[in-house]
């Protein structure tokens, strides 16, 4: 695990090493261990490291053997032992660890060699011969890889601080990714915050040439359904052995690992299979609040206790951490580069903080809701296109007489989002159900100075994404749902999330639910088998049976979340009209003050929740704050 940063100078000039010094050190943080540098004509290479495999040879940059091919990565190829003892039969190797399969691997099958890896990884890879960088980003966007382009040069690297760093160019503001960061709480990729730099999609590779010519590709996508699924029985058992292969895959490692458990199905599932498979105790992390709503510590310990772990119960305050808020969303907007709305981002940066005490690796539960039908909505999905197909057009007008939810949770809230939604059109389904603002909603409260610069709605991204799954062959309703999810919320959101709060920390995250052939078994199956109209992660609850103790396999869902709504009407509630409604607040340039003070007053009065609408707003100010944000349009 590490960060990496580069210059390529597309005018054939010195690969600039001293820039490259300063990117990779805005990383020290993903790579305390050690640095490494490469420089060649007309390109440089750094990298900080944390060391996890092959701790005494496996420094970075690596080469092949005649030093024709140059190789950083970030991330973990969990099948490099497999994949090595093959390559040994043709290549030399000169150390023990993962990275240099890479380069031997490319010898044999150029940017191919993506398709041979199981892991997550960003890497780039410089071939001296052909004068071309290779830039590629695993499968479902584990690891970040971001570039920026000039005139003369081309910049990447793992976050988009390390781009920042080179002072290569006076970075200026999207108000298209503004906008849609409004719409989804995220930037979505290929997007960022800033107009010159832009995230590599998830399963693509970039290729550049010295002379600026390029080539993006992408090289894997979801599955449409298998053209013969398995039974119920033969589905249940395939995942149960394919979540075992997974987590030992990721037990790989040369230091100490543990598992974040939250108390819920999906990391539990990945503790179980974890301490049956390690050959010492397993350390497990939990972090519990003093709110009993959002409190999973019961559960974990239960199954910390079944399996014998070494478990520690981090129990958090929160409310006094977010007692001081500037303190609190500065560290948030420092690790996180671009504005960014998952509130559970503050129990994520904790989490991590603690288990960095005693371990460098966890395994953790990610991804199992996206491939397994773990959110509410995949049953909302199936119930509106049931209420769609029985009523026909009653079904819209019966919606449109229900009130508006006044809370997020709880059945009568989910009731009436449900309403909300079987009332509008697909895409703006999706934006109601899993965004913040629809494009409506966006347009009725932006600045028409930025309206007037934004290129694509939230729809228009939506639909690309919807697209792009239909033609993949993903047609049922839940399962064109998880797929667009796993294309879009998944990458920019979730993922994002769990990265960046542990590498903030020196922490290496792996998602064993993640592993791409899992998640490509999933999607193949349909949506009477991974999804339910009346229960989540059914599947996955069938597996947990035989695992987990009976109070966690049949518990409902609880997202890893905080109590922001509450915390906005007491702990945050002077701050939050000090930093939103102030006379200098620098958000009033793309949100009218009125619609903000309108949410606000809403909230705060318990006629509306818009918590989550309102941490989305008080981020944005304080990323526009900060001394790395760009003016203002």
Known sequence: MCGIAGILDLGAGPGTLGAARAMAGALVHRGPDEDGFYRGEGVALGVRRLSIIDLQTGSQPLANEDQTVWAVMNGEIYNYVELRRDLERRHTFRTQGDTEVLVHLYEEHGPELV??????????????????????????????????????????????????????????LDPTAIYQYLCFGFVPHPRTAYREIEALPPAHTLQIQADARTDLR????????????PSREQAVERTRELVEESVRLRLRSDVPIGVFLSGGIDSGLVTAAA???????????????????????????????????????????????????HELLGRLVNGYDQPFADSSAIPSMIVSREARKH?????????????????????AALLANWMTTTLGPVAPLAARMAPAPRRRRGPVGFTLRLLEGVALAPRERYLRWSGLFTDADARAICQPSLLGQVEEPARDVVDAR?????AWGVQEPAALMMAVDATHVLPDDLLVKMDMATMAHSVEGRSPLLDHVLVEFAAGLPDRTRASAFQTKPLLREVARGWLPAAVARAPKRGFEVPMAGWLRRELRPF????????????????????????????????????????ALLFLECWLRSARAPATP
């Open 275 to 325: 301490a049956r498979a390690a050959a010492e105790p397993l350390r497990t992390f939990s972090v519990g609040f003093a709110d009993q709503a959002f409190d999973e510590l019961p559960h974990a310990h239960l199954v910390a206790e079944r399996y014998g772990t070494r478990h520690t119960e981090i129990r958090v305050d929160l409310a006094e951490e977010v007692r001081r808020p």
């Open 359 to 379: 371990v460098k690796v966890v395994l953790n539960g990610d991804g199992g809701d996206e491939a397994f039908g773990g959110y509410r909505r995949y049953s």
């Open 115 to 172: 398709t041979h890896l199981r892991g997550m990884f960003a890497f780039a890879l410089w071939d001296t011969r052909r004068r071309a960088l290779l830039l590629a980003r695993d499968r479902l966007g584990k690891k970040p890889l971001y570039y920026a382009r000039t005139n003369r040069q081309l910049l990447f690297g793992s976050e988009i601080k390390a781009i920042l760093a080179a002072r290569a160019f006076a970075p200026t």
């Open 218 to 229: 992408r090289y894997w996508h979801l599955p449409g359904p298998a053209a013969v699924p």
């Open 576 to 615: 939050v009209r000090e930093c939103l409604l102030a006379s200098d607040a620098r958000i009033a340039a793309v949100v009218r003050p009125a619609a903000i003070e309108h949410l606000v007053d809403e909230h705060l009065a318990k006629r509306r929740d818009h918590a989550s609408r309102l941490w």
């Open 466 to 470: 919807v697209e792009q799954c239909l």
